[in-house]
């Protein structure tokens, strides 16, 4: 029963707290101090060189499954 109750109150409070929130955005209160300008520093950094090894017992199924034409690809 708590669960019912709880879920209601919770459904409530976020349609009252949306309504309010698009209210205030719509109606332009400004009560809140203007935000001071940020500026965004960027950051280059170097570049990666990824390299991937694939295990031998891979490498040897996949040749012998590409020398009976099979064509399918284990990975």
Known sequence: MT???FSAVLTFALLAGGTFAVGSELFGSTRAAPAKTLQATAV??????VIGHRPAALVALNDAID?????????
Do not use: S
Request: proline content about 6%; glycine content about 12%; charged content about 40%.
């Open 3 to 5: 669960e019912r109750i």
């Open 44 to 49: 280059e950094l170097p570049r990666v060189e």
């Open 67 to 75: 020398d009976h034409g099979a064509g399918v690809c284990v990975e």
